[in-house]
C-alpha cells in the first residue's frame, strides 16, 4: 500500500503532508515554494510509492469560491494529467489555518516563532487537510 500525500496549495507557498505507508496518521512533511510542486512531486513519487494526492479545495465559510479555488482546480487537472495513475482527491479546507495555527499555540510556539515559521503553518494545514480525508475515508 503506497503513502497518501497532501498538498496545501498558496500562492507562494504550499505545505505537503504524508500519511505512513499503512495510511494511518498524517504528518506535516515540507513547505516548498508553489512553483516547485511539480518537480518535488516527481522527484518525491521516485523514492516513494504515493497512491492518492489529496489537494485542499478552498471555499469560504458560504460556501462560495475563493480567490484560491480557481488555481486549485487548475492545479488538479495538471495533477491528474502528470500523474495518471495517482488518484487526487479535493477535500474541504475551510477553517485548516485556523486550526493549524491554534495547534502551534497549544503547542507552546511563542508568537515570534509563529510568525517567522509561516511554513510550518502551510505544511501542519496540509496535514489537518489529510487527517480529514483520513477520518472520512
Known amino acids: 500500500m503506497g503513502r497518501v500525500i497532501a498538498i496545501d496549495l498558496g500562492t507562494k507557498r504550499t505545505g505537503l503532508a504524508v500519511t505512513d505507508r499503512l495510511q494511518l ?3 506535516p512533511l515540507e513547505t516548498i ?4 510542486l511539480f ?3 516527481e522527484n ?3 523514492v516513494e510509492e504515493v ?3 489529496v489537494l485542499g479545495y478552498p471555499k469560504s465559510l458560504t460556501g462560495v469560491d475563493t480567490q484560491m479555488t480557481q488555481q486549485v482546480l487548475q492545479t488538479q487537472k ?3 494529467k502528470v500523474f495518471p495513475h495517482k ?3 479535493l477535500v474541504d479546507e475551510r477553517f485548516t489555518s485556523k486550526i493549524a495555527m491554534q495547534s502551534m499555540i497549544t503547542m507552546g510556539s511563542k508568537k515570534k516563532d509563529r510568525m517567522e515559521k509561516a511554513g510550518n503553518l502551510d505544511k501542519i494545514s496540509a496535514a489537518i487537510i ?3 480525508y483520513l477520518e472520512r475515508k
Not at 33 to 36: F, I, Q, S
Request: cysteine-free; glycine content about 0%; aromatic content about 12%.
Open 25 to 27: 496518521v498524517a504528518n
Open 33 to 36: 515554494p508553489t512553483h516547485t
Open 39 to 41: 518537480a518535488y512531486l
Open 44 to 46: 518525491y513519487f521516485r
Open 51 to 53: 497512491d492518492t494526492i
Open 78 to 80: 495538471r495533477l491528474i
Open 87 to 89: 488518484e487526487v482527491v
Open 130 to 132: 489529510l487527517q480529514t
